[in-house]
């Protein structure tokens, strides 16, 4: 359900070429749970911007569900986002001084589902993030690193995503808080959903079935974990 | 959906950010009201002028004898005695499109009443002249033509001369003055005009024209004749026929050598206007400079806060929202905060003015105009300066923009 194929990112700053990704191909089917590991400069990032619609690759294809992303526009893309990709960002990206509840039914903004129906469905993504019922109504800088990914979490889940793409999501938590969350990852990847996981630390990916290793633009590796 | 969510949004925005948008339209509400006060005080200023000039009557001609000449030394201009009770007379039956003349010889004596006196002008005139120079009665009544026919010693008090002689307020209707040594009753107070400083229309004494020249200046002459027209059109007409008519009586055939002169009240308004004019420029142009600063104030703020959002607008556009809507979502944001603060601007500039002509007992006058300038130069700088760095914002790559600091 994702295929790349010799997808090929140049970025031109002044005179000076620099390949970010150079030739890389790879599928990924539904209700796999994948790490992308490698280190800074590597292109990992660069190729979760691919696929997470947020950037179109310089050359190459990329199909998700089999729409064919890297010919979409803006608003196209923006649409792709909204329905298939949910997104947990590292620095949790919620909405400053605004509730938890809030937070989660941003994505359903501008859409045409009924106030009330976004927020039960908000409501159910939280608990099944694991999200006390108590703090919903809270304010967003009000929570703990661990509560604020949770709802990270819950707002990536709310138009329910063929995937869900976390970029480094324990980079800002401590080993404990980071445990918690990589183990909400497993279950949710247990309940069906497609995981793709970018992190640069190897006892994270652990908890990924596939690791993708990238370096310098390629594919160096890409092995199934053991269990 | 996409409208009640926008209103929703707007809303929920910035209300989470109190102090951000009340600064702002702070800004916005000090930058209006300022300039709305500043015009309403010039503009005050400026009728409340025009409006003195008025009070002294209506479509009025003003007939002064001219300079005296002795061996070709000019005394200035009303120091010869060429005006006399039949040139009154004359201009009241034979000029046409006249609606009221009157002749008053005016002279300034040492007026005593109860043991109090006061310098003042006596203002020796007819029955008529209450109707020409709009002079009101607050108590009693004015000189009569019975009173002017048989020289009757009556005087009718000015209200800042009744002040100083009687005491403020006081009722001096029936008491005796002494003028020259000479009592007068009193017959009338005239009600306030509010003039100050010299030529105070209030510091007056009104007697008639036959009592003050047969027992006060003892002379024919007459100081001033004032004549009013039927309508402003055709002041220039009865100014030139009165100019004719007196030539004519005074047996002068070259009209540079007039023993008169003629000044009519829309010169005066002319004269005037022109001094309040730059005035007005003055204070208008110290708006203007408010206006700009403030203008560049509402610009730093929208500038600063929408840039700070710029993560903000990158997590949106990345969960998937149109550009379309975020930009929406700021204009609208822009245009609450804008006319937000321009409506209470606009209330506060209107209770600055009323505080000002309550306090300063200046006359402020709030126009249509200043609003709509103040309103309109900060709309528009908020609306520009809210909108334009959020679309910016907006055209980023998502991620370009969430990594933005």
Known sequence: MIECKNIRKTYVNGDVETNALSDVSFRIDKGEFVAIIGPSGSGKSTLMHILGALDTPTSGTYVLDGQEVSKLDDDELSDLRRKKIGFVFQAFNLLPRTTVLRNVMLPLLYSDTAEKDREERARECLRYAGMEEGKFMNLSNQLSGGQMQRVAIARALINDPSIILADEPTGNLDTKTSKIVMETFRELNRRGHTIVLITHEPEVALYADRVITVRDGVIEKDVKNVR | ???????????????????????????????????????????????????????????????????????????????????????????????????????????????????????????????????????????????????????????????????????????????????????????????????????????????????????????????????????????????????????????????????????????????????????????????????????????????????????????????????????????????VLTFLGGALGIVLGWVASLLVSHFASLTTQVSMSSILLAFGVSAGVGILFGFYPARRAANLSPMEALRYE
């Open chain 2, 1 to 335: 959906m996409v409208a009640t969510d926008l209103l929703k949004e707007t809303v929920l925005s910035l209300s989470s950010n109190k102090v951000r948008s009340s600064l702002t339209v702070l800004g916005i509400v000090i930058g209006i009201a300022s300039v709305i006060t500043m015009v309403a005080i010039g503009q005050g200023a400026q009728s409340s002028i025009s409006a003195r000039i008025r009070s002294i009557g209506s479509n009025l001609i003003i007939i002064t004898p001219g300079a005296q000449r002795t061996g070709g030394i000019s005394a200035g201009q009303g120091s010869s005695q060429s005006l006399k009770l039949d040139d009154a007379t004359a201009i009241g039956g034979e000029v046409q499109g006249i609606s009221g003349v009157a002749p008053e010889d005016t002279h300034r004596y040492q007026v005593t009443a109860k043991g109090n006196n006061t310098n003042t002008q006596v203002i020796g005139t007819v029955p008529t002249y209450t109707d020409i120079r709009n002079v009101n009665i607050d108590t009693g009544t004015f000189i009569t033509e019975y009173q002017q026919q048989t020289s009757a010693k009556v005087a009718v008090l000015g209200s800042a001369a009744r002040d100083d002689l009687f005491g403020a307020g006081a009722d001096a209707v029936g008491q005796m003055i002494r003028i020259k040594n000479i009592d007068f009753q009193v017959i009338g107070v005239t009600l306030s005009k509010g003039g100050t400083g010299f030529n105070n229309a209030d510091d007056a004494i009104y007697v008639p024209i036959t009592t003050e020249q047969h027992y006060l200046s003892g002379d024919t002459y007459v100081t001033t004749i004032s004549a009013s027209a039927q309508s402003a059109d055709i002041i220039p007409a009865v100014q030139q026929d009165i100019s004719t008519l007196l030539l004519r009586r005074h047996g002068i055939s070259d009209p540079t050598e007039a023993d008169f002169s003629l000044v009519n009240q829309a010169d005066i308004i002319a004269t005037a206007s022109s001094v309040t004019g730059t005035f007005t420029i003055l204070l208008a142009s110290i708006a203007g400079i408010s206006l700009l600063v403030g203008g560049i104030g509402i610009m730093n703020m929208m500038l600063t806060t929408v840039t700070e959002r710029t993560r903000e607008i990158g997590l949106r556009k990345a969960v998937g929202i149109r550009k379309l809507h975020i930009n929406m979502q700021f204009l609208m944001e822009a245009v």
